[in-house]
């Protein structure tokens, strides 16, 4: 009877004291602990009389959970697993020190004082991680992230729009978003009627600006479709290249494509859009490109916000443009930035396939091998051709008489 009664009163102070801790399994099961460990404790009669160190040590924790549950309100899973991971740490060291008493009390506001601290830096940490694309170089580009409400324990979606504070403010009002096949609202998946002219205003969010580029010919040209907050996007993505709006688009998931050896005849205007695997586009890069003759130095002339250039750390393989096998469906990509009709959904798009680049040594060492293989060949049928006419010649010759 008794356990049931303490039961009963753990899972009451649990669902009273929300504050995210509660709202992953790991942390609901140490605050259990955390109450078990203190449910039997009485303080010494000099301190505070009658109190308890349950009322004592449960009002560290609930200071612990207001501070998430009101001033904080709303965190990543990151953030969650990282409070969680330390809270269980802090009833950890109370449960090993097997203080009685006062003691226990002071070892229980001393690491309830520690995990606040460490609770701050946290929330800091989430802070500074939350809507990354606004706070990147470029300030462009379509983000949705999946949040938990402390207090109650929903997760809701956050949309992080780049661009001006205008694409903010439109998305917040409106987030109803169509792709090719339908119109589903960001944060809550439902379907959804478009608002006035979203697609302008999805295009203007998605926009990374456009780059001149001056290239001599036969240098090698490397373009850029990536940003450091992809690492965010919740659901598979696709990058798709494509040159002068052609309706075929070439997926990869390469975010640095580069041709070598580039020709006058490449000129133009390449586009790189990365599109969620649900159809919705997050970012679009646009390169003028002008090849011209000599060997003169790249130049760079940027248009709206500025592209950032590849690292210079990053290694790609040699040889080729670095794309995938056009894609057979064929349809309208957009052409300029209030296009946004899509051909067909990502989802269907064929799985990139990677192709093998040679370098010229490769083709050296083709030509050397080949050339052995057809020497070797010709001997061949030389000596076969002399054992053939050695044998044809002795059995035309007469057979001598036999000796008596």
């Known amino acids: 009877m008794m356990m049931w009664h303490w039961a009963l009163i753990t899972l009451m102070l649990v669902a009273h004291c929300l504050g995210c801790i509660p709202c992953d399994k790991h942390g609901k099961e140490a605050m259990e602990k955390y109450i078990m460990l203190i449910r039997d404790q009485q303080l010494e009669k000099t301190l505070k009389g009658n109190t308890t160190i349950m009322q004592i040590a449960n009002a560290a924790q609930t200071q612990l959970l207001k501070y998430l549950g009101k001033e904080v309100q709303i965190m990543d899973k990151f953030a969650i697993a990282d409070i969680v991971s330390e809270y269980k740490k802090a009833v950890t060291n109370i449960g ?10 002071h070892t229980i506001l001393f690491q309830f004082q520690k995990l606040q601290e460490r609770f701050k830096e946290i929330v800091e940490e989430a802070e500074r991680r939350r809507c990354p694309n606004k706070q990147d170089f470029d300030n462009c580009g379509l983000l949705v992230q999946t949040y938990t409400r402390c207090d109650t324990c929903e997760e809701e979606k956050v949309i992080c ?15 109803c978003v169509c792709t090719q096949h339908s119109c589903f609202d960001l944060k809550t998946g439902d379907q959804c009627t478009p608002c006035r002219d979203h697609a302008s205003h999805l295009a203007n969010v998605i926009n990374c600006g456009h780059k001149s580029l001056a290239i001599a010919e036969g240098e090698d040209l490397i373009l850029k479709c990536h940003n450091k907050w992809f690492s965010s996007l919740e659901d598979g993505y696709k990058n798709l290249f494509y040159k002068n709006a052609k309706l075929e688009p070439k997926i990869s998931d390469d975010p640095y494509p580069e041709m070598r050896g580039i020709h ?20 679009k890069f646009t390169y003028n490109v002008e090849v011209k003759e000599g ?5 760079e002339e940027t248009e709206n916000d500025p592209l950032p250039t590849r690292p210079d750390d990053l290694q790609l393989p040699g040889g080729g443009f670095t794309t995938t096998t056009p894609n057979p469906l064929r ?9 946004l009709d899509f051909p ?10 990677v192709i093998h680049h040679h370098h010229h040594n490769n083709k050296v060492f083709l030509a050397i091998c080949g050339a052995a293989a057809i020497t070797m060949i010709v001997i061949s049928v030389i000596i076969c051709f002399i054992m053939w006419w050695w044998k044809t010649k002795k059995s035309s010759q007469p057979q001598g008489e036999d000796v008596v």
């Open 295 to 299: 060997l003169g130095e790249l130049s």
């Open 161 to 175: 729009a780049g661009g001006p504070p205008s694409n903010q403010e439109y998305l917040d009002q409106c987030s």
């Open 264 to 283: 006058r005849s490449d000129s133009g205007k390449f586009t790189c859009m990365t599109i969620l695997n649900s159809g919705i586009p997050v970012a």
């Open 344 to 353: 067909v959904s990502v989802s269907k798009l064929p799985e990139p396939v």
């Open 331 to 339: 349809g309208a990509l957009p052409t300029s930035p209030d296009e």
């Open 96 to 105: 090993e020190m097997e203080f009685k008493g006062a003691q226990l009390l």
